[in-house]
Nanobody, 116 residues
Framework: QAQVVESGGGSVQTGGSLRLSCTAP????????MNWYRQVAGNQREWVSY???????RYADSVQGRFTISKDKATDTVYLQMNNLKPEDTAMYSC??????????WGQGTQVTVSS
């Protein structure tokens, strides 16, 4: 199975922005779409956003209007632009393609820390 690679996390203050990247070789050809998730240690993984290979997008209520998901088909990369960040956005962010014939292992994730 191929592995996804996330990057772009960091530490910002409240109101700041970050752009996360997720590369999954071949996913636009094999999969239905890509999900972003986040997880705080000790808590369940939380779904954040989805983009389909047809460009359909979905967002969790908690990030609607602040986060924007997009993709670059040429590089099999999905981006998560995160604006107006809040301390409650602090988490490890990870991504994973989804689809019936789509098999990828989880990457290491990328840490986002938002300080007040």
């Amino acid at each position: 199975q191929a592995q996804v690679v996330e990057s772009g996390g960091g530490s910002v203050q409240t109101g700041g922005s970050l752009r996360l990247s997720c590369t999954a070789p071949g996913f636009t050809a094999k999969c239905r779409g890509m999900n972003w998730y986040r997880q705080v240690a000790g808590n369940q993984r939380e779904w954040v956003s989805y983009i389909g290979t047809d460009d359909m997008t979905r967002y969790a209520d908690s990030v609607q209007g602040r986060f924007t998901i997009s993709k670059d088909k040429a590089t099999d990369t999905v981006y998560l632009q995160m604006n107006n960040l809040k301390p409650e956005d602090t988490a490890m962010y990870s991504c994973k393609p989804v689809g019936a014939h789509c098999f990828y292992t989880w990457g290491q994730g990328t840490q986002v820390t938002v300080s007040s």
